[in-house]
């Protein structure tokens, strides 16, 4: 039995292509969080650790390795990075949406 497949090309955010509000915050804040994790993993630091080292509570490390992301800000995820002695540089476009997804200011 062979079922043919439709391959769809996604966006490079997975949050846009399923439809997320705020795709591009969501897909920016997911990033910083997999660095922070990565640190973590990498230096094999535990919370407990990650706090004496940044002075940032436990519990927020918890949330981000559970990826629990919706009470960070991406400048909260920065100056947490910061304090794990990494620096964080931003390259930002901007353009325009496409039409159909696109959201129309004014009357």
């Not at 927020?60 to 800000?73: G, W």
Request: neutral net charge; glycine residues 8%; aromatic residues 4%.
């Amino acid at each position: 039995m062979t079922e043919e497949l439709e391959l769809i090309r996604g966006s490079g955010n997975v949050f846009r292509d399923v439809g997320h509000p705020n795709a591009d915050v969501e897909q920016l804040k997911a990033i910083l969080a997999a660095e922070i994790i990565k640190i973590l993993n990498g230096e094999n630091l535990t919370t407990r650790q990650a706090e004496a080292r940044t002075r940032i509570p436990h519990s927020e490390f918890s949330r981000i390795r559970n990826v629990k992301l919706d009470r960070f800000t991406v400048d909260h995820l920065t100056v947490i990075l910061n304090r794990l002695n990494q620096r964080v540089d931003f390259e930002v476009r901007i353009r325009p949406l496409p039409e159909q997804g696109g959201y129309a200011l004014g009357g």
